[in-house]
Every structure is written in C-alpha cells, then in structure tokens.
C-alpha cells in the first residue's frame, strides 16, 4: 500500500490535525483512522456556496497536498508522499454507515498494532456514533 511514513508520530498527527480542522467546514467528520501507511476517513458533505463538480475530490486534493507538503517538511524529505488514486464511496443507508465505520476502526486491531481500537491514537469517531463501538 506503499510506505509507512505515517508510523511517525509527528506525521500522523499532522494528518489528524488536518482531517479535524476541515471538520465542520468542508464535511461532517464521522470517524477516521490513520493507520501506518493508509488512511480511511468517514464523513458527510455539507453544503456550500461553491459550486464544485466532485466535492469529495476536491477536499482530497486538498487535504493530501496540505498534508504532503508539512509531512515532507517533517520527514526532511522531496517526492511524492501520497499515492495519486483515491478510493470514496457513496454510503446509502445507517445499515452501510455503521459497517463502515466499523470498518474504519477496527483498521490497527485487524493489523495487531492494538487490542481495542479505543488505543489507537490516530483514530477518532463523532460522539454520537460512539457508542456503538466501545
């Protein structure tokens, strides 16, 4: 899936710092998990006055550039930080929305970085859909 530059702590943490601070701008941040090469994010788009053709792209795009640009700064390194594709879906019901997030959060159990996905440091989920999965 490519390199493990987010195992750095200051790297992943600059990619979480990142995916909250759009929270409430771009998107209603569901859940994320940041794991040591790959990142699964969960949320829902808001409305905006702009007119964009694929919204979803174009906070990727961003968020990736952001992201690479202070990670190479961190890692004191050039090239390419992200892989080019990015994989989104459309979530249709609460039924899809729960395995996926789910999903999302069981990422570093599934891995052996972790027992419970509570002690991952590099996960979050929205208050309202936590309890479901603690």
Same mark, same amino acid.
């Given at each position: 899936?490519? =390199?493990?530059?987010?195992? #750095?702590?200051?790297? &992943? %943490? /600059?990619?979480?710092?990142?995916?909250?601070?759009?929270?409430?701008?771009?998107?209603?941040?569901? &859940?994320?998990?940041?794991? =040591?090469? !790959?990142? !699964? /994010?969960?949320?829902?788009?808001?409305?905006? +006055?702009? +007119?964009?053709?694929?919204?979803?792209?174009?906070? /990727?795009?961003?968020? @990736?550039?952001?992201?690479?640009? +202070?990670? #190479? @700064?961190?890692?004191?390194?050039?090239? %390419?930080?992200? %892989?080019?594709?990015? *994989?989104?879906?459309?979530?249709?019901?609460?039924?899809?929305?729960?395995?996926?997030?789910?999903?999302?959060?069981? $990422? =570093?159990? @599934? &891995? $052996? /970085?972790?027992?419970?996905?509570?002690?991952? =440091?590099?996960? *979050?989920? #929205?208050?309202?859909?936590?309890?479901?999965?603690?």
């Amino acid at each position: 899936m490519g =390199p493990f530059w987010l195992r #750095k702590k200051a790297v &992943a %943490q /600059l990619v979480c710092n990142a995916i909250e601070y759009r929270d409430s701008k771009k998107y209603d941040l569901y &859940a994320y998990c940041i794991m =040591p090469n !790959h990142v !699964h /994010l969960v949320f829902k788009l808001l409305k905006t +006055e702009d +007119e964009i053709d694929n919204p979803v792209t174009e906070i /990727l795009r961003s968020l @990736k550039r952001f992201t690479a640009r +202070e990670a #190479k @700064k961190a890692l004191g390194r050039e090239g %390419q930080f992200w %892989q080019h594709e990015s *994989f989104d879906r459309v979530i249709r019901d609460k039924g899809e929305l729960e395995s996926t997030i789910r999903y999302v959060l069981q $990422n =570093p159990v @599934k &891995a $052996n /970085l972790v027992d419970t996905w509570t002690d991952w =440091p590099y996960s *979050f989920c #929205k208050s309202e859909f936590k309890s479901d999965f603690v």
